[in-house]
DNA sequence: TATGAATGAGAATTCATTCAT
DNA sequence: CATGAATGAATTCTCATTCAT
């Protein structure tokens, strides 16, 4: 089926990357559909048929593209996660994880936010077993949680994904220049995940910077996924 | 735009609201640009140049259906809300009314959410006129929140675009099936956004029944939006 | 799958038997695969975007040509026959009518004969069907003049298909203008099939042309199958 | 046409060889035109850029398959055929050297009967000059023994074209497994071409093994073309 | 000899839209 | 109101071929 061998040279690789990187720029501000392969072509400077030698189908780019995301975002994951810190901690650097990732990879993110069903059947496949796994983490992370808390519990879905909801929906409205800095963005929104809108601006900035093994600067200064 | 005089027999009105019913769910299941006018033909069972009658541009079929779902928002809204009502109720009513609906048209609701930004300049223009007075009411409500608790605050458009994505986010995970009832969900997610994932468990489920004028249930009732 | 709705108007038919004579002539020409449907469009004076609403696929289109030719071969045959007549008449009855009917659509059936294994799965099974149904009839005559004769058979196989064999082959090497008349051409063809080359000239003529029914002449003016 | 010096070390004619070859089994089974270059790096293994050392276009490839065809067929004819042979002999011969060719070498006749126009001019012309040397031949055997014979003729055209067909048409319907074995094949085949299908089986055998100066057999074990 | 990478030309097909009726 | 027939423009993808190495 697949007319091309599997070339794994260093050039090759590097390429590909940096038409992956174009094409996420492209898909997420035309979006999938509206963008032509030609469009790619001429961003990247190659002709249309040169590109096809990087990729089968125009569904696999959009493939490479998220599985790439998912990858890097679980292997940061497992890279920064310690079993010493405590479930609060972790879920924190779990979502500050994923916020950096976000924010400094945003048409990856926007791409794997808005083209998860651009997908075909086979590729989309592939997808959800990264994403499930993904998933799962946190998920256990605050079926944790609220173990250990105790009391009346929300929802485990619900709490789950009302996190994602805030988090990935930052694509629709965020603009670097009139918001907040990253940093405080997600400070913010941990609060209110964690404390609510009513009480979160109350709880002491400490808590949030003191506990994280790594200060997020550090984490920041990390994530551009680009080389 | 359209040369045509604006018809407005009863007739004319019913059929139309019918393709947007049906165009709504094909676009929610395939996507706008996937689904092409011969699929709404099909659906419809009208002939491809019967639809080009009630518009003259498949963009123009995604806006009405976007422009309705944010008219009877804000309509829905108007009528519910009541001065009398303290601040935090009113934050209710409003997440209450946009989940109502949202569950209620979530076809609609979804192509809101996800097929944004695939309407032309034009269109989006006038969307994006809706679009911020509907959002302006949450914000102000917040804000006046915010000014009457004190203390240090969260910043506004974190906090407005928080609740949206908690909110919007429920078209990619949500499955009646299998996922809590509809007004169990909202109240969860209320109890999340106010008193954050930790706390939102424990607070008493009276705080969320009693203070709003209507009922959960008869919010519910009057939801469908396609008669 | 398919985009079309079924319309069956005069004017529907006519066009598309339009289409379908060109088509097999360009066929014939250049073969199937160099054909593109751009040169149909040329020769048809349509757009190429205004044939494909008479056929959904290059493929169907020959799939169409070679339908007809099967469809058209079986009836006039059905007509031709008589249970009267003898084993020996039936068969050079059979082989008038596929010579006359092959000189006479000399495009479509060079096409049937040579772009035989360019049809997809799902159409090839279709015209399967329809071939073996020719065939047979052949093979059931031959079988039964073998009876009749007795004495040391040929294979049914063999003598079915080189029957065909001779017929058939007459796309690559006949010209009009050089070669014998069609009549002439059929009767010579059968000497050689029913006594060989070595006696076939000898046989009399009148062997020939008594025997039929339907004078060639007759079975001549009837054929041409594009209206 | 071709700029390169023409290499002939045994290596490279080995090598040419097996190209050959295998492309014919590929342009047998899909046809010269669905038959990509690609398709014939995957079968011999060596990359698309390396193929084209051994051919300077696809198009040459299928010349130097159906050239070297006809130059063995050729070859072998003037080997086999003594003029001290007797006309029907002569005759007996060619078709036994035909036949046997083919269907030792089925993939290369196939495509030599069916991939008869994909030439382009050039090559075709070239090819023409031996077809043509290879059809005189026989034509010219079919001449002598009507001559000798007497009594009214048959066409010398459709003689000779009647004679390939039933041969060349063996490609569509002969399968090993099912059909009779090559010499039975030719023989009842011979007998139908001389004689008749009414009188083909009724003719001594002794009349068509005795008289040939090379056994079947003997003939057969001559054939395979590829080393 | 051999190949990885690249390309121009062209292929089939789809689509939104129109227009005469 | 409704539709059958038609079309221009674009889209994805394939292919034979080349060239630097």
């Not at 898909?27 to 096809?52: C, N, P, Q, W």
């Not at 497992?78 to 924010?103: G, K, Q, W, Y």
Request: proline share 2%; net charge positive; with cysteine.
């Amino acid at each position: 089926m697949s007319n091309r061998l599997e070339p794994t040279s260093r050039n090759y690789d590097e390429k590909l990357q940096g038409i992956l990187k174009i094409s996420a720029k492209i898909f997420a501000e035309k979006g999938f559909h509206r963008t032509s392969v030609r469009d790619i072509s001429r961003a990247t400077k190659m002709s249309l048929a040169g590109l096809y030698y990087y990729f089968t189908t125009k569904e696999e780019l959009l493939y490479l593209i998220q599985e790439r995301c998912f990858v890097t975002l679980l292997q940061r994951w497992e890279r920064a996660a310690t079993p010493v810190m405590d479930v609060r901690t972790r879920i924190r650097v779990f979502a500050e994880n994923h916020l950096s990732f976000f924010c400094h990879n945003m048409h990856e993110m926007k791409v794997m936010a808005h083209e998860d069903e651009s997908l075909t059947e086979e590729f989309q496949v592939k997808i959800l077993v990264l994403k499930r796994r993904y998933v799962r983490v946190i998920m256990d992370l605050i079926r944790e949680l609220q173990d250990q808390e105790g009391g009346k519990k929300v929802d485990l879905r619900v709490a789950t994904f009302t996190l994602f909801g805030m988090m990935n929906w930052i694509y629709t409205w965020y603009q670097p220049k009139r918001d907040l800095p990253l940093p405080q963005l997600m400070e913010q929104m941990l609060r209110i995940y964690f404390f609510g809108v009513l009480h979160g601006g109350a709880v002491e900035a400490s808590w949030f910077n003191s506990t994280s093994g790594a200060s997020s600067k550090e984490t920041f200064s990390l994530w551009h996924n680009n080389q």
